[in-house]
T-cell receptor, first 114, second 115 residues
Framework: EAGVAQSPRYKIIEKRQSVAFWCNPISGHATLYWYQQILGQGPKLLIQFQNNGVVDDSQLPKDRFSAERLKGVDSTLKIQPAKLEDSAVYLC????????????FGPGTRLTVT | AQKITQTQPGMFVQEKEAVTLDCTYDTSDPSYGLFWYKQPSSGEMIFLIYQGSYDQQNATEGRYSLNFQKARKSANLVISASQLGDSAMYFCAMREVYNTDKLIFGTGTRLQVFP
């Protein structure tokens, strides 16, 4: 079974530029999560999708971050414009059902904003 | 408010020895789940073990066991017979069943296994 795929693995941009990350969850997984992991901290949830609907985006900085999950499969997370404090690893995870079982994580995208 | 606390920034253990990584949690929800994840330098979060709040027995998965003490609100991870490949960051996380099912993570413990 293929795992959660993410691209790119690394990205370096200047502040005020825009960037997009892509995630392909495990086939058949209805729930998809985007987490932000700042160096030295644990991951923090940014947004959660159930199929193509948003379940929780309470910690997403909506003035600069956006995310979508068209057709309930792949998802993209966008930052526009980026700030220095957005430097982090962005992890995508998926699970077959809400509130059951573990979440399966992708390898992450390491973003550096200069 | 939900909170996970990992008080050990770093731990050292000799190969083949056992090690305990501490985790305490705070929640007002009577139903919750506790998770441990391993994050090697490659960055991927690897699921290790799960304990439900109503589980009567401590969870075990191979060399991993979870020492669950509900009254103390602690969920320590025990790794037996440590291997060099166990060197990584370890995160404790909690999910409240009647809330959104997001995971709340602690700050992690860096484990280093030496020969």
């Amino acid at each position: 079974e293929a795992g959660v795929a993410q691209s790119p693995r690394y990205k370096i941009i200047e502040k005020r530029q825009s960037v997009a990350f892509w995630c392909n969850p495990i086939s058949g997984h209805a729930t998809l999560y985007w987490y932000q992991q700042i160096l030295g901290q644990g991951p923090k949830l940014l947004i959660q999708f159930q199929n193509n609907g948003v379940v929780d985006d309470s910690q997403l900085p909506k003035d600069r971050f956006s995310a979508e999950r068209l057709k309930g499969v792949d998802s993209t997370l966008k930052i526009q414009p980026a700030k220095l404090e957005d430097s982090a690893v962005y992890l995508c995870a998926s699970s077959p059902h809400r509130a059951e079982g573990e979440q399966y994580f992708g390898p992450g995208t390491r973003l550096t904003v200069t | 408010a939900q909170k996970i606390t990992q008080t050990q920034p770093g731990m050292f253990v000799q190969e083949k020895e056992a090690v305990t990584l501490d985790c305490t949690y705070d929640t007002s929800d009577p139903s919750y789940g506790l998770f441990w994840y391993k994050q090697p330098s490659s960055g991927e979060m690897i699921f290790l073990i799960y304990q439900g709040s109503y589980d009567q027995q401590n969870a075990t998965e191979g060399r991993y066991s979870l020492n669950f003490q509900k009254a103390r609100k602690s969920a320590n991870l025990v790794i037996s017979a440590s291997q060099l490949g166990d060197s990584a960051m370890y995160f404790c996380a909690m999910r409240e069943v009647y809330n959104t099912d997001k995971l709340i993570f602690g700050t992690g413990t860096r484990l280093q296994v030496f020969p």
